[in-house]
């Protein structure tokens, strides 16, 4: 996994509630078995028309937004599907982090597996924020996890929250599934003391 | 003191140490194609096993056509991720229901109808609607495909204790008035993230009433309010339900488990840290109207004014919904005319449903203007249902009677909404392009389908003339 520890970027706003995964990446692009190209089907439907030609009035098609990293957006971000192909596409695509006042739950692990950070902030501060990034050209934001701190050129800094073991993790970009296997042992253990029917799964 | 959210944990702790996430085991994995083949590379790369293959069960759904599948696949790409899941399988040992066999169906049909789902069990899937296995008392959620990899290799998962949300309906559902009512009105009160963080846990004449099938339809969209699962606690209608199913302990095993399983079950005087409360009284079908399972009225009501939403953001939502939506604000929902009617997913196409649609559509034909399908959840399903009688009431309506599978719930396949569409949906997503780019989706129950493909346009199926 990416670790990550401090970023620098634009910020793009598309402030929107209840963003859901289905709108991120659509279905038609869950097919391929691969884990990366994914970006070109980021927010498909908003960026293409059916022709597949890009709508220029979409925000992250606006020039001034092209290389944005730091993706602001409303409340409940990523409801609906479990799909991880969603951090993938806005990873491939280029974002590291992501900022709304409250993320649905699977998507929220599903960033931190991917290496996104997501930044959940008081929704008057991202409205704030949403107003900067419309009218100050080139508004850059600086995430830095390891002091959970987030500040601009121009005098805004607040601080945010992550549980202390994701921090821990996303910082030394470790992968659980070896972090895991330290407890093997237990793991075993548990199986062992198991009543036998509840090692259900064989109709006995 | 507590509840069976926390009883279910508890019992599943392997490791656990202040400032970390809980190591918590897991009992059941049902897998499809579609979230896990970036999942067995990642084992392949790293050079690892699946540590239980026999807690591991796979089925296809998603991606599969409901006609002449078992013919090449018009979809390459589609029939690519078939074959790789078939593949994984049969290198890592789980056992896969294919598409040639009566118990292949979606997954969360699957699962319980096999007996695989259990009581006090852990339940893990690459699908957010894993949560509907809690109608049986079982702790199931929805996970990532990193997750998908991390349960393969260590049959565990890091985990953060959720919080407890009691969610109480008593009294008696009015006539017409259906499990999947019952959720919609739930969302629509506590909105699309007002479960966030929580793990609700229904109680209430409500539930005890409904049978499993609905039971399971209401835990089903428990995430389309956010929450992390949802949770029935089993009964004697539970046990009936598993009782000689293929993967249920069987004779003394079968008595020990019921005597633990009847354990299961929140303390008198245990705290749940949010209560929300319902008079079934005030209950009546629902319809949704705009692009989020929140955005719903009752069908004798009308769609909601600009000046109903409670602020600016919310009234931008209503526009935007309106606008995709194409619908005016404040218009007549049973005005509202469709295109397209689809009963199936695994919010409600089991056979209960199948039963409930058959009612309301006996000696109707549908509307000259709509056209409809019906898509059982799984291959057993669909034998029961044609020896009952219902597919040949379905098909004389002009229906169309498929083969098990996702179908057009999410539009994967070849089943799908041509732009402008607007459709009747017993499924559980109305978001923008759910069912295909431009399509428009009402999420109702499926009497309600039913009887709105046979109008033409929404109807109070309260008033509806049954031939029976
Ligand atoms: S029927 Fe729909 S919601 Fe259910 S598993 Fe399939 S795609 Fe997901």
Redesign the interface.
């Known amino acids: 996994m990416n670790n990550f520890i401090k970023h620098k970027g634009l910020v793009v706003p598309l402030y ?3 963003i ?1 995964t ?2 991120i990446i ?3 692009f ?6 990366t190209g994914f970006g070109q089907f980021l927010f498909y ?1 908003w960026r293409f028309d ?1 022709n597949g030609v890009e709508k220029t009035d979409f925000v992250l098609n606006q020039p001034r937004y092209k290389n944005a990293s730091i993706l602001l957006t ?3 971000f990523g ?6 192909h969603a ?1 993938w596409s806005l990873e491939d695509f280029g974002f590291r982090v992501v900022i709304a006042s ?1 993320f ?3 998507f929220y ?2 960033c931190l ?2 290496g996104i950070l997501p930044v959940v902030l008081d929704e008057e501060v991202i409205a704030e924020s949403v107003r900067k990034a419309e009218t100050v050209e080139d508004y850059q934001l600086t995430i830095d996890l390891e002091n959970c701190k987030i500040f601009d050129e121009h005098g805004f800094e607040t601080a945010f929250s992550i ?3 994701r921090r821990y993790c996303l910082l030394n970009g470790l992968d ?2 070896g ?3 330290q ?1 093997e042992t ?2 075993a253990d ?2 062992n003391t198991r ?10 | 003191m507590k509840t069976l959210y926390d009883k279910i944990w508890d019992a599943h702790i ?2 656990e140490e202040t ?3 809980a ?1 918590l ?1 897991v ?2 994995h049902l897998i499809h194609e ?2 896990t ?2 999942a067995f ?1 990642g084992l392949r790369l ?1 050079n ?1 096993k699946v ?1 239980r293959p ?2 591991t ?1 796979a089925t296809l759904d ?2 599969i056509p409901t006609i002449d599948r078992n013919l090449p696949f018009n ?1 390459k ?2 029939e ?2 078939v074959e ?1 899941l078939r593949k994984n399988c049969e290198e890592f040992g789980i056992k896969l229901f294919d598409l040639d066999r009566i118990e292949q169906g979606i997954i969360h049909v699957f699962g319980p109808e096999q ?2 789902v ?1 009581p006090g ?1 852990t339940i893990v899937c ?3 609607h894993t949560s509907t296995h809690g109608a049986f008392g079982a702790l199931a ?7 998908v ?2 349960v393969f ?4 998962l ?1 985990q ?1 204790r959720s919080k407890n949300m009691l969610i109480k309906v008593e009294g008696e559902l009015p006539f017409g008035v259906t499990a999947k009512d019952v959720i919609l009105a739930i969302i629509n009160e506590i909105g ?2 007002g479960a ?2 929580y793990v609700i846990e229904y109680a209430g004449a409500v539930f005890e009433n409904l049978s499993m099938e609905g039971r399971m339809t209401v835990c089903n969209m428990s995430i389309e309010a ?1 929450a ?1 699962a949802g949770l029935i606690a089993p009964d004697e209608k539970t046990f009936e339900y598993l009782k000689d ?6 004779g003394k ?1 079968w008595e ?2 019921v005597e633990y399983w009847q354990t299961l079950k929140t303390d008198d005087d245990a705290k749940f840290d949010k209560v929300v409360e319902i008079e079934a009284e005030t209950l009546a079908p629902f319809v949704t109207w705009g692009t ?1 399972p929140g955005m719903s009225v009752k069908v004798s009501e009308n769609v909601p004014d600009l000046t109903d939403a409670k602020n600016e ?2 009234r ?2 209503f526009e ?1 919904a309106f606008e995709y939506m194409a619908l005016n604000p404040a218009q007549k929902v049973e005005e509202i005319e469709i295109d397209r009617a689809f009963i199936g997913s695994c919010t409600n196409s089991r056979i209960e449903d199948l039963r409930e649609a058959a009612k309301v559509i006996k000696g109707y034909k549908i509307n000259e203007k709509v056209s409809a399908m019906i898509v059982p959840g799984s291959m057993q399903i669909k034998k029961q249902a044609e020896e009952e009688g219902l597919a040949q009431i379905f098909v004389d309506a002009g229906f169309e009677w498929r083969d098990a599978g996702c179908s057009m719930c ?3 396949n070849e089943d799908i909404l041509q ?1 402008g569409e607007r459709c009747a949906s017993t499924s559980n ?1 109305n ?4 069912q295909g ?2 399509g428009r989706t009402h999420l109702v129950s499926p009497s309600m389908a039913a009887a709105a493909a046979i109008a033409g346009h929404f109807v109070d199926v309260r008033n509806w003339k049954f031939n029976d």
């Open positions: 929107r509630a209840n859901d289905d709108q659509p279905k038609q869950l097919k391929s078995i691969e884990r439907d059916e409303g409340k409940n409801c609906g599907s479990s799909r991880e951090p409250a649905a739950d699977i692990n599903n597996k991917v549980d202390d073991f659980d599934i972090l895991t296997l407890y237990e793991i548990f199986e009543p036998g029917w509840k090692n259900f799964a064989r109709g006995t | 392997v490791h400032g970390k996430p190591l085991y009992d059941l579609v979230t083949p970036q590379a790293a690892r540590r026999d807690l069960f998603h991606a979809d790409i589609a690519k991720q790789a007996g695989l259990q069990q690459g699908d957010s959620f929805g996970i990532g495909t990193s997750e990899e991390h290799a260590t049959q565990t890091p953060s699309t993230d966030t963080g956010g992390r199913k293929p993967f249920v302990p069987k095993n020990k488990a989020s953001t919310e931008k939502s935007r999410l539009a994967m732009s997503r978001f923008e392009g759910r780019r431009g």
